[in-house]
């Protein structure tokens, strides 16, 4: 069941990642395609099963924010990556919106790599020598 739990999250997380990704491309070549409504909803659905999946594993896992530091450090980066992300599509200035995408796929990036690491510096760990 957790291996389930698992590969299913995993494929959430990619499929985030790759439409928030192309999204940002589409932002920024002015592609009509961002308008579509499936563009605007498909990207929900996924988020909630990814959400539904990251509590169903957690719980299956034993796994508790108080308990573990860098679960707490990913629910809050997970806040941040949201605000930063709505901005990036929906601030006025482009270059605004670019930049905060980039901040956004990096934050993604960092979310990921503290279930790696299970530390709260996630990929930062190997650069705190």
Do not use: C
């Amino acid at each position: 069941m957790i291996a389930l739990l698992k590969h299913l999250h995993l494929t959430f997380v990619l499929l985030s990642f790759t439409g928030f990704f192309i999204r940002g491309l589409w932002m920024i070549q002015e592609s009509g395609l961002l308008k579509k409504k499936w563009a605007r909803v498909l990207p929900h659905i996924n988020d909630t099963l990814l959400l539904i999946s990251a509590i169903a594993l957690a719980v299956a896992l034993g796994y508790s924010p108080g308990d573990h530091p860098w679960l707490m450090t990913k629910i809050v980066a997970l806040f941040v990556y949201i605000g930063v992300g709505v901005l990036a599509f929906r601030h006025p200035s482009k270059p605004i919106r670019i930049a905060a995408w980039l901040v956004a796929l990096g934050l993604f990036l960092y979310i990921v790599s503290m279930a790696l690491y299970k530390h709260p510096l996630g990929v930062l760990l190997a650069f705190n020598a």
